[in-house]
């Protein structure tokens, strides 16, 4: 059974820095995509940043461009996002997203096969 765990979530004040740590589990995610999606209050889920599983390739939104970095552990079967310089925008919940996707469609949430429960994350202003 694959089970993808966030955490690392929380309150931080604008401009400091929180770590999303995603655990996966359950198969080999070798030739996937790992993504980090958030969704805000009323608002889509939409992408922040993916990585491929081999960490040869990753993307952003160009909203978080240069503040968040995606990371990946093949060894320890672990997805980090490392995310400086918060706004407040930022705020929602952070989820963690595999699949095998082609490199053009890594944005699409429907195109993951396996999601985990969620991290929330709150940035104060």
């Known amino acids: 059974q694959v089970q993808l765990v966030e955490s690392g979530g929380g309150l931080v004040q604008a401009g400091g820095s929180l770590r999303l740590s995603c655990a996966a589990s359950?198969?080999?995610?070798?030739?996937?995509?790992m993504g980090w999606f958030r969704q805000a209050p009323g608002k889509e889920r939409e992408l922040a940043a993916a990585?491929?599983?081999?960490?040869?390739?990753?993307y952003y939104a160009d909203s978080v461009q240069d503040r968040f970095t995606i990371s990946s552990d093949n060894a320890k079967n672990m997805v980090y996002l490392q995310m400086n310089s918060l706004k407040p925008e930022d705020t929602g919940v952070y989820y963690c997203?595999?699949?095998?996707?082609?490199?053009?469609?890594?944005?699409?949430?429907?195109?993951?096969?396996?999601w985990g429960q969620g991290t929330q994350v709150t940035v104060s202003s």
């Open positions: 997203g595999a699949g095998l996707i082609l490199s053009h469609l890594v944005a699409y949430g429907e195109k993951y096969n396996y």
């Open positions: 990585i491929t599983w081999s960490g040869g390739r990753a």
């Open positions: 359950g198969r080999t995610f070798s030739g996937y995509t």
